[in-house]
């Protein structure tokens, strides 16, 4: 994939308005993130906005219920027709497998192709430190990462969302054939802010991300097309080497 096509930018906006502005302020970008904000303030609205303008949509609203529930929300979301959707790992085993099933049953329903399902293995915000003492997890970060994404290919989910410090580990492990989104992405130039396990556009890729979520040093820039473009030699020249 070229640089330009591995990029998702996250419409981290509270209305469709903003979200529209920021879609046409950047139209060179054809993956948007539709998160848990932006959809519950507009519901599908925005789906079928970004669906007229015929880009790509990661709808990420990180499904996290017992099974039946998981089930039919995400039965639901895959009627929307949406590229990739996303369920918390630690949902269980028998919620990732009904989870699977929905998908496919949803969009079958709705005519569409059903979207990739991928687990959230760890958020990206979370340290080694909170890991262990605020969530009592006895496990090494890396190690439990790696559980977690292992689940969800065991149960067949198609990837998973995982911080770039942990893809290389997890693309060795869990082979060519299965999706890896990070988040948490920074260019040199940017700040971290609450990301706590970052590394550059072009790291992450070389690590083995398939797909970089990358959104406040591109719409937080004074500039977003710029910063978009400086993103994009950055991870040209950086994977070129």
Request: negative net charge.
């Amino acid at each position: 994939m070229k640089a330009e096509q591995r990029i998702i930018v996250p419409l981290d906006v509270p209305d469709v308005a903003s979200a529209i502005a920021l879609v046409d302020q950047l139209p060179q970008v054809n993956f948007w993130k539709v998160g848990l904000e932006l959809f519950t303030s507009t519901g599908p609205a925005i789906l079928a906005e970004l669906k007229s303008r015929e880009k790509q949509i990661f709808l990420d609203l990180k499904f996290h219920d017992i099974p039946n529930t998981v089930a039919g929300a995400c039965q639901a979301a895959a009627r929307y027709g949406v590229d990739l959707l996303t369920i918390h790992a630690t949902a269980g085993k028998d919620a990732l497998k009904a989870a699977t099933a929905a998908v496919q049953t949803g969009a079958a329903q709705a005519g569409v192709k059903p979207p990739k399902l991928i687990a959230i293995t760890l958020l990206t915000s979370i340290s080694a430190r909170q890991l262990a003492f605020d969530l009592k997890i006895p496990l090494e970060l890396p190690e439990y990462a790696l559980s977690m994404a292992l689940l969800a290919q065991e149960t067949g989910l198609d990837g998973a969302v995982c911080s770039p410090q942990e893809v290389a580990q997890l693309r060795q492990t869990c082979g060519d054939d299965f999706l890896f989104v990070c988040p948490g992405v920074r260019p040199t130039w940017a700040d971290k802010a609450d990301q706590q396990r970052s590394l550059t556009p072009a790291q992450a890729i070389k690590a083995g991300a398939d797909y970089l979520v990358i959104g406040r040093p591109i719409t937080a820039a004074t500039e977003p097309e710029l910063a978009w473009n400086r993103i994009i030699e950055e991870i040209t020249q950086g994977t070129n080497k």
